[in-house]
């Protein structure tokens, strides 16, 4: 018997769809970001059965959305990310406009960094978390969040 | 206007059901009685919600017993919607959907398979469903297995009655019971 029972899978997609997207843009672009998710969710729900522990799911789909991230900037051979559109005059997902010109400057952010950044911002991740997504020390996790920030305040002024 | 998480979501829904990776779809459908919950597996029909049922409940009990790949995907249920709208309108006498029995067994499952042989618009008794699943004396076993009917309505627990014509009970309500036996022309409205 499981400690937990998993729920429903539309239960995750109902209450963390958002989150994958929103750090899958800062993490690979807006792009990018829809295959991703894709591909987040089949791995996911194709995984879901044999899950052993239900107590953090929207961790475990965000570490999942985190190695498709990698993927994704390893098929693309670590070229640079594009970055978002300008502004549209449509908001989407509640996103406020100005925030558009922070994820294009968190998408040109080294691939660490970013996730990093991606993970404690877009998804409002504690350290100890992003830490298991990116599967390195919490203290590296501090650093890369540390040294995108330090670059994101250079880059926006 | 569509969000772009939602288009996401679509996206991936069509193609989860192209890897055959939906092992139970669900949808609501309305009714003259309320908003059904209906649910299928690979196999077929597995659980039909009534109106007073919870339907986070149900959607919970189905990923613990037939499997936690549960997703909402109303065009999987489209046949199910269509023969069930046709059957409140009262011009369908007999589903015509395949059926998932998985979710009930034994004594259970040979009542349930009985009662779904009752045709359109006639009754029979609990005692009559007992000795049909091979134990006339376990008349209230056979009312239990009718109060754990998971696919009501598809099968027809509402056509069974006490001896003697009282209406017994339905998980639905009695309301309910009694509106489908009208509509089935068995009462008079």
Redesign the interface.
């Known amino acids: 018997m499981l400690a937990t029972p998993l729920p429903p899978f539309q239960l995750l997609i109902d209450e963390y769809a958002g989150d994958v997207l929103a750090v899958l843009r800062g993490a690979v672009g807006r792009e990018g970001a829809e295959d991703c998710f894709q591909e987040t969710f089949l791995a996911a729900l194709r995984a879901y059965p044999r899950l052993e522990d239900a107590r953090n799911l929207r961790g475990w789909l965000l570490t999942i959305a985190h190695r498709k991230a990698i993927d994704h900037h390893r098929a693309r051979g670590r070229a640079p990310v594009p970055v978002a559109e300008p502004p549209e005059a449509a908001v989407e997902d509640g996103l406020p406009e100005r925030d558009e010109r922070l994820w294009a400057a968190v998408g040109s952010l080294p691939p660490k960094q970013r996730a990093a950044v991606a993970l404690r911002y877009g998804s409002d991740l504690p350290h100890g978390e992003i830490a298991a997504a990116l599967g390195c020390s919490p203290e590296a996790a501090r650093r890369s969040l540390h040294e995108g920030l330090k670059r994101l305040r250079k880059e926006l002024g | 206007?569509k969000?772009?998480?939602n288009?996401?979501?679509d996206?991936?829904k069509a193609?989860?059901a192209e890897?055959g990776?939906l092992?139970?779809a669900?949808a609501t459908a309305d009714s003259p009685f309320g908003p059904l919950l209906l649910a299928q597996s690979r196999r077929g029909l597995v659980r039909v919600g009534l109106p007073n049922q919870d339907p986070d409940e149900l959607?919970?009990e189905?990923?613990?017993r037939v499997?936690?790949?549960?997703?909402?995907a109303p065009a999987e249920l489209d046949e199910a919607r269509r023969e069930l709208d046709l059957y409140f309108e009262g011009k369908l006498d007999r589903f015509d959907l395949p059926l998932d029995w998985s979710l009930s067994n034994g004594f259970r499952l040979r009542v349930l398979r009985a009662i779904a042989r009752i045709p359109y618009g006639q009754t029979r008794s609990y005692t009559e469903m007992a000795r049909k699943a091979g134990n006339e004396r376990a008349v209230r076993a056979a009312g239990t297995a009718c109060g754990s009917n998971p696919i009501p309505l598809v099968v027809p627990c509402h056509r069974v009655l006490r001896t003697g014509g009282a209406l017994g009970g339905y998980g639905g309500g009695l309301p309910m019971k009694r509106g489908l036996l009208e509509l089935e022309g068995v009462l008079d409205e």
Do not use: C, N, Q
Request: charged letters at 25%.
């Open positions: 206007m969000t772009a998480t288009t996401a979501i996206r991936f193609r989860a890897e990776l092992d139970v669900y959607l919970g189905l990923a613990e499997s936690p790949r549960v997703l909402e």
